[in-house]
């Protein structure tokens, strides 16, 4: 379990094709603190320590978790933002996150508006209902308000502002058009769309 709020950017440094995607990830995090084993959302998705060195920590990633993220997270320099898992008595800084993606969104547009950057994402419209205008929403990890929300047609777009501090300590800083996203909706919204599906059948 997560909060959205990212502790560090780390750097891809080494991709090995073995069954899975062996990445090795540069941290600033003291890794003697971290146990084989323990999860860290990278970029919103949950991934298991598998080794570590001084300053860096390996995982391995699934062809699942491939086909089902962002393109281009999982490359030699790629930078993503990294949370360690929540831990009991822990402030809850963000919302809820679990490290499951939920989709793939893309950057329709990002334009600056005061010191902050407006940004509307696309989604598949079947997430549509899981958004809500003032509600939650993590975008690569990054626990994010949602400031509008609108379907149109086969897709839903939302909005959402990148203010200075979120730019400069997340990956979300120079954000432009096209950029692929991880999007997972609020734990919450998932459930109460499964139990009125449910309902309806």
Known sequence: MFTGIVTDIGTVRSVEQRGDLRLRIETGYDTASIGLGASIACSGVCLTVVDKGEDWFAVDVSGETISRTARDLWREDAKLNLERSLRLGDELGGHIVTGHIDAVGEVVEANREGDS?????????????????KGSIALDGVSLTVNAVE??????????????????QTTLGGIIGGRQLNVETDVFARYIGR???????
């Open 151 to 168: 379907d149109a047609g086969e897709s839903t777009m939302f909005l959402v502002n990148i203010i200075p501090h979120t730019a400069q």
């Open 195 to 201: 139990m009125l599906a449910a309902h309806t059948q």
């Open 117 to 133: 950057v407006r940004v509307t994402v696309k989604v598949p419209q079947a997430l549509g209902g899981m958004i809500a205008s």
